[in-house]
């Protein structure tokens, strides 16, 4: 491996660039050359067995690889063996046919090409490739032509095509059915529009080695469903047919037809209803083993129905926002879904009396159990800790009225395995919080105490009570104050990585506190809407959280001095900042854009007092790596948007602008900008003119811009 980057280093020799995949000007030539540091390491690595030298050329990232497949031919070889398992990943980088062409002589056989901007040309280019075997062209708009390349093309080796979320009707789905990709084995067609004639353009097509395909919104109705049941693709094992509007009938064929080999199905968000539920669970789908009925009008009949049908397979079930209340949990808990591992019965009007059935049923292989938003109570809550579910490692409770009686119960019962607990909206309080750190739940590493009246003297036992392996916590919307944010941080909480502290009314003094403690493993911090002004984020930049890489202030009131402390301080690592709403100006946003946050990925500075010179060091600042930036609610106008457009920043991918007065002047100067990695745009409340507002519509529909007015 040393050896290979000693060689790799001299790669710049060839004048082979690391941004692109496009090779130079003279590169055809440097590609048969040799590089020769001495004999020895020359023939040394030529003598390795070339299966070794792929496996040391797998080592590269993406970029990298595909340079080190350009020095000579050696390398070249070694590459297209270690290429069978490197993916290369571009997405939403503007790819012309050139940029393809390239591409067809790359080894790698996995292309990621999301919101590339792909036009026809350019999908019928790599359509001729007949090494590709896993190629994501999501979110590139893809039409009749596009899908035709692909069905027409060489892809021979093709098994996983993606295509969510382009413009796929029922013509182009009867294309791809019915050209040369009979080698697929999973089609992502998510988000396109492809109906119940699209549908029946699949099943009778010969894609009859799919064993994995996702439809989800695509208006395929009872009649879709009715000809993927009855069609050719007797080997699919996964199919998701979410948000279809498939009902009763629908479910039916798919209970009944030739799908027989599914093991995975998921029909989120139709309306199957009790009688859709009925035939899954009579039907032929008896290899189900993960089944997902989100939001289908299910009642205790449906339920029951499938507790007692011949789904003795199923390790996940999914009956969120149903309605089966206590009979339907009781029915579960006693029917034969004794291999149930994952059970999701959030929203179901379940109360105590179901929850004691889950408790002392035959569900004992439980992992994961979802109550949310039932009303179970601490009657509930003592039940399912006395019971036979020893096995949960993660329990939602939240928003079940549990109060710190139910806590108390939970924290000393058998529940000794959880590493998850949610109890958001539970009204616990101090004296629940006591309770909970006093149990035996040490092995929790997430826990989640949003909304529940937690105050400093909770916040002080939680800090010093036994849950050090903690790795996640939510006290957003409590009131811990600055009491409590500094006892969090001079706690045994060390293992944090996740904090969120959102609205608890921490000012100045908790924020240099916390930021002085013990919390140094912490990567990621919310303290949106607290009180924390320039002292506090001086507090953050100085102290011990270096290892953050997002950092959550919005609604605070930092102002220019705290942007210069955050820009000038120990956060390098930062990648994504909020300061939405700081009362900052253009000299905080000067200090941000010169700063040491050269990694800043995304941006929020929306309702400051930003104005052209704030934008200005924006735009030739060091944040060149910004895919995100918000500037909404500020004071840009059209001077503003033409030094954004003219600037460093062309790695943006999404830019809000909304509410800055911009006009035509503005609009031009965006539509001929440097801003070419663009893939959304907001410009609400602007002041556009009629003709402007079409050319830029315009212009939006051609680059792929998502646009907002």
Known sequence: LLLSVVLFANCERLDVSP????????????????????????????????????????????????????????????????????????????????????????????????????????????????????????????????????????????????LEENSIGAAETQSLANGNLAALTSLNLYHNSIGAAGAQALASGNLSALTSLNMRYNKIGDEGAQALASGNLVVLTSLYLGENSIGAAGAEALANGSLAALTSLNLYNNNIGDSGAKVLASGKLVALTFLDLYKNNIGATGAEALASGNLTALVSLDLNSNNIGDSGAQALASG????????????????????????????????????????????????????????LTSLNLGHNNIEATGVSALAKGNLAMFTSLNLRYNNIGDVGVKALVSGNLAALTSLNLRYNRIGPAGAQVLAGGNLSALTFLDLSNNNIGDAGVEALANGNLSALTFLDLDNNSIGDSGAYAFASGNLTALTSLNLCENKIESAGAQA????????????????????????????????????????????????????????????????????????????????????????????????????????LAGGNLASLTSLDLGVNNIGSVGVQALLNGNLASLTSLNLAISNIGYEDDKAFRAWAIKKFIKLAF
């Open 540 to 643: 953050f930049a100085s102290r011990n959280l270096s290892a953050l890489t997002s950092l959550d202030l919005y609604g605070n009131k930092i102002g220019d001095s705290g942007a210069q402390a955050l820009a000038s301080g120990n956060l390098s690592a930062l990648t994504s900042l909020n300061l939405y709403k700081n009362n900052i100006g253009d000299l905080g946003v000067q200090a941000l854009a010169s700063g040491n946050l050269a990694v800043l990925t995304s941006l929020n500075l929306r309702n400051n007092n930003i104005g052209v010179a704030g934008v200005q060091a924006l735009a030739s600042g060091n944040l060149a790596v910004l895919t995100s930036l918000d500037l909404g609610c500020n004071n840009i106008a059209d001077t503003g948007a033409q030094v």
């Open 336 to 391: 034969n879904l004794a291999t149930l591992t994952s059970l999701n019965l959030e929203d179901n009007n379940i109360g105590a009396t179901g929850a004691q059935a889950l408790a002392n049923g035959n569900l004992v292989a439980l992992t994961s159990l979802n109550l949310y938003d039932n009303n179970i109570k601490a009657t509930g809550v003592r039940t399912l800790a006395k019971g036979n579910l020893a096995m």
């Open 19 to 162: 941004n692109s995949v496009d090779p130079q000007p003279g590169q055809e030539e440097a590609q048969c050359e040799t590089i020769v540091l001495d004999q020895q390491a020359h023939t040394g690595f030529s003598n390795l067995p070339i299966e070794l030298q792929a496996y040391i050329l797998s080592f590269l990232d993406g970029k990298d690889f595909h340079r080190g497949s350009l020095i000579c031919q050696d390398w070249r070889d070694a590459a297209f063996i270690a290429g069978e398992e490197k993916e290369l990943d571009l997405s939403r980088k503007k790819l012309d046919e050139k940029d393809c062409q390239i591409l067809l002589k790359a080894p790698f056989t996995s292309l990621i090409l999301q919101q590339c901007q792909l036009g026809d040309q350019e999908i019928l280019i790599l359509s001729q490739s007949r090494r590709i075997k896993h190629l994501n062209l999501s979110k590139n708009k893809i039409r009749s032509a596009g899908a035709e390349a692909l069905a027409s093309g060489n892809l021979s080796g093709l098994t996983d095509l993606d």
